[in-house]
């Protein structure tokens, strides 16, 4: 069983920075990855790591502007979005996934999701 909560998300304009937070309850060490969905778009992967933390991948789109981080001791996951533009404006969800091979960036191997957290970039 694994419960995933994110918090952090707001209205930012262009080229400002939001940290997500994603509150972790398991007693499994699964990779972990956050995704967005815009308006009328589908789900994207934005990010993964490892349990550990000590892989990260990235999507094209977001790389050298977001950071991926975990802190196992206080059962927590982040994302740190630096530059932001109006087109990362999505709801952001943190996810756990039981099964793939690494990296895991497919929708269809993540199985527990977070609620969501809407991300606004005004331009």
Do not use: H
């Amino acid at each position: 069983q694994v419960v995933l909560v994110e918090s952090g998300g707001g209205l930012v304009q262009a080229g400002g920075s939001l940290r997500l937070s994603c509150a972790i309850r398991t007693t499994s060490s699964y990779p972990m990855g956050w995704f967005r969905q815009a308006p009328g778009k589908e789900r994207e992967f934005v990010a993964a790591i490892t349990w550990s933390g000590d892989s990260t991948y990235y999507a094209e789109s977001v790389k050298g502007r977001f950071t991926i981080s975990k802190d196992n001791a206080e059962n927590a996951m982040y994302l740190q979005m630096n530059s932001l533009k109006p087109e990362d404006t999505a709801v952001y969800y943190c996810a756990a996934s039981s099964s793939g091979r690494w990296p895991r960036q497919r929708l269809n191997e993540y199985d527990y999701w977070g609620q969501g957290t809407q991300v606004t970039v005004s331009s």
